[in-house]
């Protein structure tokens, strides 16, 4: 198997565990807020990174990955803007409506493209770009309802959106530019992240739910959901560097459009959610544009690896054409090639 073939499979495994676990965790989160009446949100994601970083120390100790010490400067303001945005996140939800909420997660798409072209240089291709567009259609048909304005949910949507881009960004660039694994940048800023959160979170949860997290009657299924959240945690975490390492930020909002089509399925299929035709339309058009993005991704994909291989056969004068045998790797000098002919 060669090594394309490698990376092919690793990703596939990494976007599946992404999807897989995400929507476990929606639905196990899902059951803890709406049943059990634990609405504390950001207190609860920095229990889920603090357990991440726990689990991760332990592996780290069995050496089953090696620790990578890079720029710490680095690591530390992109362990901290990652805990800023998801805190912004969650104020943007509370001083929005569901709809503009949802809108301010499809700007997300459109803005991490921008920042690529404009600061790293990346390019788009039309089709690329149709395929997303298509995709957003379709999800904001799926999710978008009600759309109310107000000066304050604007601006901390805009704040919200800005640094979940530039925070996916970083993941994705530094990885390459330190050559750090996903588990080696989650482990090193999960501290961090954390940190931000656990300061923030009991704040951040008092002003969108007016109840105190510690004041909270912590039952005995209360405390078994909460642990089963923070264990599939770990996986979610794990996935998302992984997913954006391998891929890009792009893909990565893209799959998360997937989970949210799939967590609205799951949701009026198991628990029988309220599900209009409308869902299901925006639902359908929007795989649409996942399967064209994937379908255009794949594409483009071989044709660079096409172009590469070629660049390499002009310039190496030890690839030879044969007859019928297509290009070959031959190692020996060329007087050996007109002997034989």
Same mark, same amino acid.
């Given at each position: 198997?060669?090594?394309?073939?490698?990376?092919?499979?690793?990703?596939v495994?990494?976007?599946?565990? #992404?999807?897989?676990?995400?929507?476990?965790?929606?639905?196990?989160?899902?059951?803890?807020?709406?049943?059990?009446?634990?609405?504390?949100?950001?207190?609860?994601?920095?229990?889920?990174?603090?357990?991440?970083?726990?689990?991760?120390?332990?592996a780290?100790?069995?050496?089953?990955?090696?620790?990578?010490p890079?720029?710490?400067?680095?690591?530390?303001?992109?362990?901290?803007?990652?805990?800023?945005?998801?805190?912004?996140?969650?104020?943007?939800?509370?001083?929005?409506?569901?709809?503009?909420?949802?809108?301010?997660k499809?700007?997300?798409? $459109?803005?991490?493209?921008?920042?690529?072209?404009?600061?790293?240089?990346?390019?788009?291709?039309?089709?690329?770009?149709?395929?997303?567009?298509?995709?957003?259609?379709?999800?904001?048909?799926?999710?978008?309802?009600?759309?109310?304005?107000?000066?304050?949910?604007s601006? =901390?949507?805009?704040?919200?959106?800005?640094?979940?881009?530039?925070?996916?960004?970083?993941?994705?660039?530094?990885?390459?530019?330190?050559?750090?694994?996903s588990?080696q940048?989650?482990?090193?800023s999960?501290?961090?992240q954390a940190?931000? !959160?656990?300061?923030?979170?009991p704040?951040?949860?008092?002003?969108?739910?007016?109840?105190?997290?510690?004041?909270?009657?912590?039952?005995?299924?209360?405390?078994?959901?909460i642990?089963?959240?923070?264990?599939?945690?770990?996986?979610?975490?794990?996935?998302?560097?992984?997913?954006?390492?391998?891929t #890009?930020?792009?893909?990565?909002?893209?799959?998360?459009?997937?989970?949210?089509?799939?967590? =609205?399925?799951?949701?009026?299929?198991?628990v029988?959610?309220?599900?209009?035709?409308?869902?299901i339309?925006g639902?359908?058009?929007?795989?649409v544009?996942?399967?064209?993005?994937?379908?255009?991704?794949? !594409?483009?994909?071989?044709?660079?690896?096409?172009?590469?291989?070629?660049?390499?056969?002009?310039?190496?004068? !030890?690839?030879n054409?044969?007859?019928?045998?297509?290009?070959?790797?031959?190692?020996?000098? $060329?007087?050996?090639?007109?002997?034989?002919?």
């Amino acid at each position: 198997m060669g090594e394309g073939e490698h990376f092919q499979l690793g990703t596939v495994g990494a976007l599946s565990l #992404s999807v897989v676990s995400s929507v476990s965790i929606v639905i196990c989160n899902k059951a803890l807020m709406s049943s059990l009446h634990f609405i504390f949100a950001t207190t609860l994601t920095s229990w889920h990174l603090l357990v991440t970083f726990c689990s991760l120390h332990v592996a780290l100790k069995m050496r089953i990955f090696e620790h990578k010490p890079f720029e710490q400067k680095a690591v530390m303001g992109f362990g901290i803007l990652n805990g800023i945005s998801i805190g912004l996140l969650n104020l943007s939800l509370a001083f929005n409506s569901v709809g503009f909420y949802q809108m301010t997660k499809l700007a997300i798409i $459109p803005c991490t493209i921008l920042l690529e072209i404009l600061f790293l240089g990346k390019k788009f291709s039309k089709r690329i770009q149709f395929a997303l567009g298509i995709l957003l259609v379709g999800v904001g048909i799926a999710t978008v309802t009600d759309l109310q304005l107000n000066a304050l949910g604007s601006f =901390l949507s805009l704040l919200a959106v800005l640094t979940t881009c530039v925070s996916q960004i970083m993941t994705n660039t530094i990885q390459k530019k330190y050559k750090v694994s996903s588990t080696q940048l989650l482990y090193q800023s999960c501290p961090y992240q954390a940190a931000t !959160l656990l300061i923030a979170g009991p704040y951040l949860d008092k002003v969108l739910t007016n109840l105190n997290v510690f004041a909270f009657e912590y039952t005995t299924q209360v405390m078994v959901v909460i642990i089963l959240s923070c264990l599939i945690s770990i996986s979610v975490n794990f996935s998302t560097f992984l997913v954006i390492g391998k891929t #890009s930020p792009v893909t990565y909002q893209v799959l998360g459009h997937l989970k949210t089509c799939l967590v =609205l399925a799951f949701g009026y299929i198991i628990v029988r959610d309220p599900f209009s035709w409308r869902n299901i339309l925006g639902i359908l058009v929007a795989m649409v544009g996942m399967l064209l993005y994937s379908y255009y991704c794949t !594409l483009e994909t071989q044709q660079k690896t096409a172009e590469a291989e070629a660049r390499e056969g002009e310039s190496d004068p !030890l690839i030879n054409v044969e007859s019928g045998g297509g290009t070959v790797l031959n190692k020996r000098p $060329p007087v050996w090639n007109k002997e034989k002919d």
